[in-house]
């Protein structure tokens, strides 16, 4: 089965940007989107964006300025930049596939905190 | 902007049937499908009901949706409550092709 493991720094300096990588394993990242969403400690999810493997992106307007997303079809990988970070960018970040047949988010990966401070 | 509104928190005893609301403002709920995950503490979320009243494979028929127009909402009911369902639950749909979450209710049961 299709798992995602998130990896990338997990401190950030305020005004630095985040990178984040999500790997894909047990099936190919093509004829998908995959998406970021985070999750600060204690509070909701919010949904940061979305890539086709085909380079297709949608992005949550509030963050749209910061986020760029990409994808590698030959590493079988899509990854998150978030530019000028501050503390309330800290949060549990998690990648994940949508389904093709239905829109919603079936694959999930572990998540992985990132903290910004100094 | 269209924002997902649900109570922060509900409980109930094992056994009981609970429902949780989610209220759409800025927008119809109606147009777009609706979404339930659940979140167990420390886990990532994992989708319990899709389009609105769809059960993906592996949920059990405890677990049922519905949406209503005439109040611009969307429930989620869990009947024969388990202890294993506390959990949180966060219902989600779109405004254009941005997806947006509730903010999320945390069910107790005890």
């Known amino acids: 089965q299709v798992h995602l493991k998130e990896s990338g720094p997990g401190l950030v300096k305020p005004s630095e940007t985040l990178s984040l990588s999500c790997t894909v394993s047990?099936?190919?990242?093509?004829?998908?989107?995959w998406t970021w969403i985070r999750q600060p400690a204690g509070k909701g999810l919010e949904w940061i964006g979305r890539?086709?493997?085909?380079?297709?992106?949608n992005n949550n307007p509030s963050l749209m300025s910061r986020v760029t997303l990409s994808v590698d079809t030959s590493k079988n990988e899509f990854s998150l930049r978030l530019r000028s970070v501050t503390a309330a960018d800290t949060a549990i970040y998690y990648c994940?596939?949508?389904?093709?047949?239905?829109?919603?988010?079936?694959?999930w990966g572990q998540g992985t905190t990132v903290t910004v401070s100094s | 902007n269209f924002l997902l509104t649900q109570p922060h928190s509900v409980s109930e005893s094992p056994g009981k049937t609970v429902t949780i609301s989610c209220t759409g403002s800025?927008?119809?709920?109606?147009?777009?499908?609706v979404q339930w995950y659940q979140q167990r503490p420390g886990s990532a979320p994992t989708a319990v009901i899709v389009?609105?009243?769809?059960?993906p494979s592996g949920v059990p028929d405890r677990f049922s949706a519905s949406v209503d127009r005439s109040s611009n909402s969307a429930s989620l009911t869990i009947s024969g409550l388990k202890t294993e369902d506390e959990a949180d639950y966060y219902c989600?749909?779109?405004?254009?092709?941005?997806?947006?979450f509730g903010g999320g209710t945390k069910l107790t049961v005890l």
């Open positions: 994940a596939r949508i389904s093709s047949t239905s829109p919603h988010m079936d694959v």
């Open positions: 047990g099936g190919s990242i093509s004829n998908y989107y």
């Open positions: 890539i086709s493997s085909s380079g297709s992106i």
């Open positions: 800025g927008g119809s709920i109606a147009t777009n499908f």
């Open positions: 389009e609105d009243d769809q059960r």
């Open positions: 989600q749909s779109f405004d254009s092709s941005n997806w947006v």
